[in-house]
């Protein structure tokens, strides 16, 4: 059904033509007693799906990894998930059944950071590597947070109140093809 709730942005939604929502990015529509929920994806990647409260934990949590901050994203479980594997170290890290919550953005500036190859066999990785990355992805993640998400070159991400994130001004890998390597200079 058409809803009669409107919100207007001060800036073009990415990818919609419109500051006002909903719009051709909007997939769904939530209303609730007090207000709307606008569920907008000009991607397609996400999706929606409703469930019992107490089935949340036992049906979809539990195909999650560990989220980076909890207990459980130590050392020892980064080392135990790579060492099992041949596949790409940062294909492990976009794997959200082994690790929840590292995006391409974020897996990309954390390898950076911890000086390895994206496309290095992830039981390669020695001890001293593993724990640098593990260090690497908290810093990035919590640079994310602190600059509010990054709204890259496609600006295709959009804080809830229309404006753009900031974490994209600290970047260090991603977006810099033809520019110098921060790391060696190279």
Known sequence: ????????????????GSSELPGKTTRIIIHFDKGTLFFNDMRKFGWLKIVQSSALHNELMRKLGPEPFSQDFSSDYLKQIIQKTSRPIKLIL??????????????NEALF????????????????ETQRLRQAILL???????YGGSSAADEAYIKPDGSSGQYQQHFLAYQKQGQKCQNCGA
């Open 1 to 16: 059904p058409e809803t009669k709730a409107k919100i207007v942005f001060k800036k073009t939604i990415p990818f919609s």
């Open 94 to 107: 976009l794997d959200q059944e082994k690790i929840a919550g590292i995006g391409n953005i974020y897996a």
């Open 113 to 128: 950071k911890a000086k390895i190859n994206p496309a290095r066999p992830a039981k390669s990785l020695t001890i001293n």
């Open 140 to 146: 990035v993640l919590k640079q994310g947070i602190k």
